[in-house]
């Protein structure tokens, strides 16, 4: 006997969606945790605030400027009016699209650890998030200014980027970039006579979990960017999987066992496989994440030892790094002669990854450049040996052991 599937219905939409972006949004508890546990023990506190009251304006300025310029959509109608169509679908895909533009701060927080304002970095995620990341997003996943249809015209395809290594993560990481290099390194990194100073990470375990609730909301963040129940794949779910554990296997052995590098490599093969997860082979899905948490490795070391950049999370490598490989990955391993489902051009991956990182280093250039001459965007020498928790904050993440100082 034969089952036939029902259609899925609106309101099965919306709650499908739903879930994505609660997974999603869970992946923001992943971010702070693992900027917790890699920073020292009086920054915790404030990566803890930091990610969260990013999340909030975030919110904000994407619900009232930069949705709209992404897709032309906005919520002043009266309830009847957002209700009508679809239940509502489209306000809960604003929900699961706000998360992903909320990782772009969080993104930034981890390269600029233990020396940022906290002020300041708000007023960075208001404008990053509410003008040049929705402006990049509108051109790619809503075909704004007509850069897809001309590549389409030009090159046989658009620019493929199903679930952001290049919108989210790319454009991220090369923000951090510009802002990691702004504020300079942590005070007592380097010293004058070329000498590094470790700083090692305050808690492995945190490290650790934060990986793990990343890596488990990352598959709301790739399966579920389909939006709609009847898109849905289950390659985007095997080739998630295929790319996190060859990113995780490559660092693990490149890295010689170091916690740090493992469970960033699981995240770098993630970052990377976002945007061709739907069409390249799940072989290719293992080999992508295995280039990318090599790339994690060696760059990282790269970035703190050769370019003396002190990017705390190694959120470049990372993010900025591996997303851009995920992109141009579309372009090779998309293709069918490698296995994958066609309907892609190198050209326009490379034109459309390239065109990312301009606006990234372009968009966030402006806005901490600003920034640091307006207002500054560094903590003073005081504040940041006292370190952001008691600063900032006022509070360390130990208050017991400050009363038994006392």
Request: with cysteine; net charge neutral.
């Amino acid at each position: 006997m034969s089952v036939t599937a029902a259609a899925p219905t609106p309101g099965g939409n919306v709650f499908f969606l739903l879930i994505g972006a609660i997974l999603v949004f869970s992946m923001h508890g992943g971010f702070a945790f693992l900027e917790l546990g890699t920073v020292r023990r009086r920054s915790q506190v404030n990566a803890l605030v930091k990610i969260l009251s990013d999340f909030g304006i975030s919110t904000i300025v994407y619900f009232f400027v930069g949705y709209h310029l992404a897709y032309g959509i906005s919520f002043w109608g009266n309830v009847h009016s957002l209700t009508a169509q679809d239940h509502g679908f489209a306000m809960v895909r604003f929900f699961f699209l706000l998360t992903f533009a909320a990782a772009v701060p969080a993104i930034i927080s981890g390269g600029i650890a233990e020396r940022a304002r906290f002020v300041p970095q708000l007023i960075a995620t208001a404008f990053l998030v509410g003008l040049v990341y929705p402006f990049y997003e509108g051109i790619v996943w809503n075909g704004n200014y007509g850069i897809q249809a001309w590549l389409s015209e030009h090159y046989g395809a658009p620019f493929h980027d199903f679930a952001g290594s290049v919108v989210v993560h790319a454009v991220g990481g090369w923000m951090a970039l510009v802002a990691v290099t702004l504020l300079g390194p942590r005070r007592g990194r380097y010293g004058r006579d070329g000498s590094i100073h470790p700083m090692p990470p305050s808690n492995i375990p945190f490290l650790a979990l934060g990986s793990w609730i990343l890596i488990i909301g990352w598959f709301g963040f790739n399966v579920m960017s389909a939006q709609r129940l009847e898109a849905v794949q289950g390659l985007v779910a095997l080739n998630s999987l295929m790319a996190l554990v060859g990113g995780l296997l490559a660092a693990l052995a490149l890295g010689k066992g170091d916690p740090g590098f493992a469970h960033n490599g699981a995240l770098a093969g993630l970052v990377a496989i976002c945007a061709g997860s739907d069409v390249v082979q799940p072989v290719s899905a293992l080999f992508i994440g295995a280039i990318s948490g090599a790339i994690f490795v060696y760059l990282f070391t790269f970035v703190q030892h050769r370019l003396r950049l002190d990017d705390v999370l190694g959120v470049w490598p990372l993010h900025g790094i591996c997303g851009t490989w995920g992109g141009i990955a579309v372009g090779i391993f998309g293709c069918r002669a490698l296995g994958g489902a066609g309907g892609v051009s190198m050209v326009s991956q490379v034109a459309g990854t390239a065109l990312g990182v301009a606006i990234a280093v372009l968009g966030s250039g402006l806005v901490y450049g600003l920034l640091r001459q307006l207002i500054g965007i560094r903590l003073d020498e005081e504040a940041e040996y006292l370190g952001p928790d008691l600063a900032i904050h006022h509070v360390s993440a130990y208050p017991e052991e400050e009363i038994q100082k006392i």
